[in-house]
């Protein structure tokens, strides 16, 4: 983390990464129980462009970029196949709907 960022926070750094941890926890138990996903990768693609504003250029920042994108994807895909949008209601018509 860049040393600019560390001076503006008002709390230690220790307990910014256990935040983080708790938040990456709680996206990730949401998109494997496929609740509320779109939610889930709207917060992810939130906490990614965080992190790549916050870490600068580095050698993952590749990889942040892959990850970042593909929760927009599943965002919009997932905002697209909602129930209100006319796509699948349950996890058994999720599953009809794609056979």
Same mark, same amino acid.
């Given at each position: 983390m860049s040393s600019w960022v560390v001076e503006l926070m008002p709390i230690p750094i220790r307990e910014v990464m256990i935040g983080t941890a708790i938040l990456d926890i709680a996206i990730g138990a949401l998109l494997l129980v496929d609740s509320l996903?779109?939610?889930a990768a709207l917060v992810g693609t939130a906490h990614l462009v965080i992190v790549l504003a916050v870490t600068g250029i580095t050698d993952v920042t590749v990889r942040d970029i892959g990850i970042m994108a593909g929760m927009l994807a599943l965002m919009i895909d997932s905002m697209l196949a909602s129930p209100s949008m006319g796509g699948p209601q349950t996890f058994i018509d999720?599953? %009809?709907? %794609?056979?």
């Open positions: 996903v779109w939610l999720k599953i %009809k709907a %794609k056979s």
